[in-house]
């Protein structure tokens, strides 16, 4: 199992607040947008700590003078004051959203671009036991965690803790300090109370993710296996088990329902009981006469004014709780080091005539279940070598390893003299041109795919690639032609079809070095001879390795090796494995009657 799919167990770890601090480096980008954006928060919240204030004098002014002549003009400019700081402090605010938008998406583009470079960065092995359902999933929330976070940290978070200081310190100058005691000790409980519970339930928030994660690749899966289902009548069979799935789901979502409603009611009943405290205390002075109407209509609006934050907070609390979740997830498998890794002083592969040499090598995707046991051939520059083999002799491994899918656990393999693992993978590709047993397409037209070989080629080069591959009469009778959508992993073509586009496609790459996988396992009697031909007009000159199950199509190819357990058990071209009376003569005349049979 891979150290991505070990996550989905980790529900009850605590999330690393440290993740925040590694948001900054993508803040770094638009650093004065994000200064300036911080001066607009800080205006916005001094014009609204001001509002009570203006609302006072306002108050006090109209008690005042109940029973004289009330200046219209005194109370009106109050008003107009009163206004624009209500103004200012949306203006400000709105002014703050709409300069720091361009960090936030730019954030998240970053982000999402830099975990797909690393996904196709990643080893074999990791896409082999990746669920693609749940790493969707995880990749969707996580990124919009990101922006949750730069969001709510800066423009939530942190202006609420300013408000409190600023409200504090006004109440402390003002009036009694049990005021400021009061909102302090309000204030703590609450923060604490959040914090406790909000704990309590991440639990289940993380649960109720993975459950998420396993429905939603299931159901994925399933529908990729749509034909499968079909022919073995399960479509009752894959309904019912994700259902058990979505049941799962239900349970994990319904505790983080009932849990949310707790934390909600106690953080209700906390403000309540400290509003009925602080307000009480300033209808006792009122009727002393220690304060005045306009001071209790100030405490009344910055009690309203603080404890909506602090609601909020509570919910921004929550929220960056499951952010953290998220992005925690997001960030460990952006930080999780693929198995196979250029050299620190790779360099550019140089090929001269493509020579492939096998050096004694070892091999095995477990410890305990070897796969290749010192394996050493030569493919010469330009010529055609094909391995044959019983299933699971470890044929299609020495092309993922040639590939470097995987790494050897022992020995070499070299092109042109160059150990594949002194050289970057990127050049390594580049010099190899796949066509594998199972080809999968992209959802999109056929000339797109066909193109995909070498995107920046021509239309030309690409009609070309198609001839040679024997496409253009079947792309002629299409009614869209090279614009035909192939479906889904290309399921509207024939296995014969999409083979011949990933001939095609190799055809267009035009790469010194050839593997065939299986190349021609999908095609029919006459398909295959179509392409065989045109594969041997590709193959002339240039080095290639054929791995084969049908030894009528490597004839002629100048050596043959045969395989079983992991090991060369015979070697030659085809006539001399013939006379030989071997192994490869057993498989020979085994298909061969198998033919004559079926005929």
Known sequence: MSA???????????????????????????????????????????????????????????????????LLWIPLALVIAYGLLRFGSTLFNELRDAIFARVAERA??????????????????????????????????GTNGISFLIRFTLFNILPTILEIVMVSAILLAAFDPGYVMAVVIAVVIYVLFSIKVTEWR??????????DNQSN?????????????????????????????????????????????????????????????????????VASGEITLGDFTMI???????????????????????????VERLFALLHSTPRVLDAPDARQLVTKGAEVRFQNVR?????NRPILRDVDFTVPAGRKVAVVGASGAGKSTLARLLFRFFDVD??????????IRSVTQASLRQAIGVVPQDTVLFNDTLYRNLAYGRPDANEE???????????????????????????????????????????????????????????????????ERAILGALDEVSRSRTTLVIAHRLSTIRDADSILVMANGEIVESGNHQQLLDAGGRYAELWWQQHQGRSAQA
């Open 4 to 70: 991505y799919a070990d996550d989905d167990d980790k529900t009850n770890s605590k999330p690393d607040w440290r993740v925040i601090l590694g948001l900054w480096p993508y803040l770094a980008e638009f650093r004065g947008r994000v200064i300036v954006a911080s001066g607009c928060l800080v205006l916005a919240k001094l014009a609204t700590v001001a509002t009570p204030i203006a609302l006072k004098y306002i108050v006090d002014y109209l008690d005042q003078q109940r029973d004289g002549n009330v």
């Open 108 to 141: 998240m583009r970053r982000v999402s671009l830099q975990v797909f470079r690393h996904l196709h960065e990643r080893e074999l092995a990791f896409h082999l036991d990746r669920k693609t359902g749940g790493l969707a999933r995880d990749m969707e929330r």
């Open 202 to 211: 991440t639990g289940f928030v993380r649960e109720t993710n993975a459950r």
């Open 217 to 285: 690749a299931r159901a994925l899966d399933s529908l990729l296996n749509y034909e499968t289902v079909k022919y073995f009548n399960n479509e009752r069979h894959e309904a019912e088990v994700y259902d058990r799935d979505l049941e799962a789901w239900e349970q994990a979502r319904l505790k983080t329902r009932l849990s949310l409603a707790t934390l909600n009611i106690g953080q209700a009943l906390i403000i309540g009981i400290a509003m009925i405290v602080i307000m009480g205390m300033a209808v006792s002075q």
């Open 300 to 326: 009344n609006a910055y009690l309203i004014q603080l404890f909506i934050p602090l609601n909020a907070l509570g919910f921004v609390y929550r929220e960056i709780r499951q952010a953290l979740v998220n």
């Open 363 to 367: 091999f095995a995707y477990q410890p």
């Open 410 to 419: 022992e020995g070499a393999i070299t092109i042109d003299g160059q150990d």
């Open 461 to 527: 080069e690409v009609y070309r690639a198609a001839r040679l591959a024997h496409l253009e009469h079947f792309i002629d009778a299409l009614p869209d032609g090279y614009h035909t959508k192939v479906g889904e992993r290309g399921l509207k073509l024939s296995g014969g079809e999409k083979q011949r586009v990933a001939i095609a496609r190799v055809i267009l790459k035009n790469p010194p070095l050839l593997i065939l996988d299986e190349a021609t396992s999908s095609l029919d009697s006459l398909s």
